[in-house]
């Protein structure tokens, strides 16, 4: 229209071109979700914020120089200062320090315990969808057992029954939690894993593979992996942020993480009893968590619509 | 139907022997000596170790032991711990509060998040949509134990709204708040997934049927949309209340009511196996019959279901 | 138009010349808002029906049949449906700008309709029996009792065996034909006078097709009904059909009797139509499939829509879209050689 568009004149016309031809584009499944998924603002603000979480988690010590271990009890429950900004803990540790740490081991406990909870239940339920037939019965009755048991009570026998095997390292301590959830949580994962394996069993082009003589692991990988790759990313999306509340609320309860390991969920069981009196104890990691776990849900939300147009 | 419920409380039968043994056998393995500190100070008398032993049968193989406590169960029986309490009588003690305060959370989430959801559902896409989609994603995120401090501090400590902790015997109204904490995290859920299932009814083709029938608005969403909405719903409220109860826990422990977490946890600390593998038990019982409650009435409300 | 009513000598069925529509649909626009971009459905369709006749409505999937039909019920889902002018007549009364109310008394009572698929167009929780008698307690006020009975009666008047015992089975108990006489029944508890069955068979099989035509076409002579049959079958069309109107991208292309129609389309898709579709009496001849492909609505071609797929098309087919123009004999087409194609 005027000058200053001149320059760049070429831009407006190819725009709507290219819009148009996305538009008419045959897309599969993934490339639409991902092109649906770039659109929406929750889904960057949600991948912006895990994208400085996961930052955080691997290199905190760009981000603090103080020892999150080392306390000073004459400073214990300081305020918030211009020095340690989130204040001190009651052993006198910089709580800006310990959360920033907090973050890695966090983070660490809600991946490895969704990608245990994925592969075991991918694997069991493939093979229960699969095989059929007894083996199926069987692994679904295993499924209904620890499904039956619920999640907090369940934690808290297991831990309480294994706290002292694993001793007081930082891995054994974590190991455990881990394991724990896993072993509580692996049955949803199977049961959507083999009602996507039972679907793909009886779609025609499943038989038809078969009965062209392609082999169990031919079908598995080639069509039932790809039907069910969706629904488990979506849920292990959402639980990796809900594993991540629920290592915090062990922690919570006593029972999860604790100290030497440092993570939101110890701090804001160490904080239950200062709670009056020095409520940034709290807030702190508290914040922390509540935001990554938002930001997980998020992620996990807008996956689930871009792969799903008609949920919306 | 008669059929169809007991064929499913066979199918029960397998999963309540397997959890109950999963907890008992998980109970028992709890380290550490059940019976250390019984005798005071010092080491008991070998020969009282040894007729406790006897008597509570712990030399026998954790499978005899098992089945000696289930038949124990069948009739009614949940056992004695080793400091002589009737386990039966713990529980009866404890149970009722919970059994409360659950019920008070199912409620709290049915009415609002059954409201919120189809509001939403109904106009998917406006503001309240909007406002419920991401105050739902709120309730997701924060974990239980955070929003109940808050409420806690901020409506009790701060504004003296509520008590900061529960009476002793506690009425429907001291336990509101509690009930709401408890139920925030499955009112959001409630809320969401009647929206997405009054949201993907509404597009249904019998829906446009009964308009092209000529009822009136609140006829084809009272009764052809809710009824064939409300049956997702209706599954995940009734499986909740045994997660309810259980997960009672933590918000007992914030507002200091005496049920069955407090019990759970004293008995874990006390390595009291009988009374944990008991209030588990139990609530292992509440959590599958309220499935088989689940689905029967998926049955009543569905009739396509009866043929399978 | 008055030819034909001086032909005919005692006010038959076939007389339907001098009788006022009873619906009447014209110039309607109907546009799409959708992701990728605004789908113009309807742009400009013109139809009616008279009581006792039965219209069908022609065209292939995507010209815009159903919307039509949803549009008289005004059961359109709007957004993103988006209705942009038009008018929409039941016995001169204009129904687009009447209140919500209004349009709800005069659904089912005066309008009724027939969706394809009975399986999910019927609720599968409620029995047929509630299903049926809803519309008689909530709008006749009906007992219980009476409602039942009536249900029974129209079970049994489209022909479904041991009606009293089925009237409490639920839909998805029932045969694809049998559940479509339930829908069928159900459309008919009010009694109305315009029918509008959309696809009543295509989900059928082929012979339980030609029960539930026969059935239509029964009820509709009894009742001196108004049945606009929506549908893409030649072959059903003629049995039951007293006019035609054929429908391409959003549009009444041509509407004539349906003699006259068989006899000598007068634009190039009802013939291309007609030739695609075996016939007994033409043994031998070649059938011919219609070239290309119905247009995206999204983006209509200039000038005649059909142009790009018209054997006749010419230069000036590409700029002018010819409208709905009348021909002798109370026909009508919109083509620029439609006097040319009458002519032969």
């Known amino acids: 229209m005027t000058d200053p568009t001149t320059a760049t004149s070429d831009k407006p016309v190819g725009t709507p071109e290219a819009a148009q031809a996305a538009v008419t584009r045959a897309r599969s499944l993934g490339a639409d979700a991902w092109y649906d998924l770039r659109r929406r603002p929750l889904f960057l603000v949600a991948a912006t914020l895990i994208g400085a979480l996961l930052v955080l988690a691997a290199f905190p010590q760009l981000f603090t120089s103080v020892d999150p271990t080392v306390g000073d009890l004459s400073r214990a429950r300081q305020d918030p200062s211009a020095e340690a900004w989130f204040g001190y803990d009651h052993l006198g540790r910089d709580v800006y320090a310990r959360t920033i740490y907090g973050t890695r081991v966090s983070i660490i406990v809600g991946v490895l315990a969704t990608t245990l909870v994925v592969l075991a239940g991918a694997v069991m339920g493939l093979i229960a969808g699969f095989v059929g037939g007894w083996v199926d019965s069987l692994l679904a009755r295993i499924a209904d057992v620890f499904f039956g048991v619920p999640f907090i009570l369940g934690a808290i026998v297991v831990l309480s029954t294994f706290r002292q095997s694993v001793g007081n390292s930082v891995i054994g301590i974590s190991g455990l939690v881990i394991g724990t959830i896993g072993l509580l949580s692996w049955p949803i994962t199977m049961r959507i894993m083999r009602s996507a394996a039972i679907a793909a069993r009886s779609q025609d082009y499943v038989k038809a593979a078969r009965a ?19 629904p488990v990313m979506v849920y292990a999306t959402i639980a990796l942020g809900a594993f991540i509340g629920a290592e915090a609320t062990l922690s919570f309860l006593g029972v999860g993480l604790r100290d030497p390991v440092v993570s939101w969920g110890v701090m804001i069981s160490e904080a239950q009893s200062y709670l009056r009196t020095a409520p940034h104890l709290l807030l702190f990691p508290g914040a922390f968590l509540v935001v990554t776990v938002l930001a997980f849900v998020l992620l996990g939300d807008a996956v689930r619509d871009a792969f799903d147009p008609k949920g919306r | 139907m008669g059929r169809y419920v007991s064929r499913r409380l066979l199918q029960l039968v397998p999963v309540f022997l397997g959890t109950t043994f999963l907890i008992y056998f998980m109970v028992w393995a709890l380290p550490g000596d059940p019976l250390a ?7 008991c008398p070998p020969a009282f170790i040894e007729r406790m032993r006897e008597e509570f049968g712990l030399d026998q193989p954790i499978l005899v032991q098992y089945f000696s406590y289930l038949g124990g169960l069948l009739q009614g029986d949940f056992g004695t711990n080793f400091r002589g309490q009737e386990v039966g009588t713990l529980i009866a003690n404890a149970y009722p509060v919970t059994i409360k305060l659950a019920l008070v959370a199912l409620i709290i989430q049915a009415a609002i998040g059954l409201t919120a959801g189809v509001l939403t559902g109904l106009r998917p896409g406006g503001f309240l949509d909007n406002l419920v989609l991401t105050a739902t994603l709120f309730l997701v995120a924060v974990p239980v134990f955070v929003t109940g401090y808050v409420l806690q501090t901020v409506l009790g400590l701060r504004l003296g709204l509520i008590p900061p902790t529960v009476p002793a015997n506690p009425g429907i109204l001291d336990l509101i708040v509690p009930g709401y904490v408890l139920g925030s995290l499955s009112l959001a859920y409630v809320a969401r997934l009647t929206r997405t299932s009054i949201a993907e009814n509404a597009r249904a083709d019998y829906v446009r049927t009964a308009t092209a029938k000529g009822l009136t608005r609140q006829r084809v969403v009272g009764v052809h949309l809710t009824r064939n909405s409300a049956i997702p719903v209706i599954t995940f409220l009734g499986a909740d209340f045994g997660q309810l109860m259980a997960g009672a826990i933590i918000t007992e422990g914030i507002f200091n009511i005496n049920g069955i977490g407090g019990l759970i946890f004293q008995s874990i600390q006390r390595l009291d196996g009988v009374v944990v593998t008991g209030v588990v038990v139990l609530l292992v019982m509440i959590y599958l019959l309220a499935n088989l409650l689940v689905d029967i009435t998926y049955a009543l409300l569905d009739p396509r279901i009866r043929l399978d | 138009m008055s030819e034909t009513t001086a032909a005919a000598p005692h006010g038959a069925p076939q007389d339907n010349g001098a009788a006022p529509p009873l619906l009447e649909v014209s110039d309607l626009h109907v546009e799409f808002h959708t992701r990728d971009g605004v789908a113009t459905v309807l742009n400009g369709v013109d139809y009616h029906v008279r009581a006792g006749e039965t219209l069908a409505v022609l065209g292939e999937s995507g010209s815009g049949k159903s919307v039509t039909a949803n549009t008289v019920m005004g059961i359109l889902p709007m957004p993103p449906a988006k209705i942009t002018g038009g008018a929409i007549r039941y016995r001169g009364e204009e ?16 309008v009724a309709m027939i969706f394809q698929d009975a399986l999910s167009a019927l609720n599968p929780v409620f029995t047929v029996g509630f299903q049926i008698g809803e519309q008689l307690r909530t709008r006749r006020g009906m007992s219980k009792r009476d409602a039942r009975n009536r249900a029974v009666e129209l079970l049994d008047m489209v022909g ?18 049998m559940r479509q006489r339930v829908m069928i029944a159900m459309s008919l508890a009010l009694d109305p006078d315009v029918l509008i069955a959309d696809e009543p068979t295509t989900a059928l099989d082929v012979t339980v097709q030609a029960q539930i035509m026969d059935l239509l076409a029964d009820i509709q002579r009894e009742r001196e009904m108004g049945l606009i049959l929506i549908t893409h079958d030649l072959g059903v069309v003629a049995e039951v059909a007293d006019r035609i109107a054929v429908m391409y991208a959003g549009r009444i292309v041509e509407q004539a009797d349906v003699h006259q129609l068989y006899a000598k389309p007068c634009h190039p898709y009802t013939e291309a139509l007609l030739a695609s579709i075996p016939r007994l009496d033409s043994k031998g001849t070649e059938l011919q499939a219609i070239t290309g492909l119905p247009p995206t609505l999204t983006r209509i071609p200039s000038g005649c829509p059909f142009h790009p797929r018209c054997p006749r098309a010419a230069d000036r087919c590409t700029e002018i879209d010819p409208p709905l123009t009348a021909l002798p004999g109370g026909r009508a087409s919109a083509c620029l050689f439609a006097e040319e194609m009458a002519a032969r």
């Open chain 1, 212 to 230: 062209l003589g392609a082999g169990p692991w031919r079908i598995i990988t080639r069509h039932m992996l790809p039907n069910t790759i969706a």
């Open chain 2, 37 to 43: 500190g019984k005798c005071g100070d010092q080491a």
């Open chain 3, 95 to 110: 129904l687009l700008t009447a209140t919500e109310e209004r349009r709800r008394e005069l659904r089912g009572e005066n």
């Open chain 3, 160 to 177: 479904i065996p041991g009606a009293k015992q089925r009237v409490t089975n639920f839909p998805h108990e029932f045969s694809g034909g």
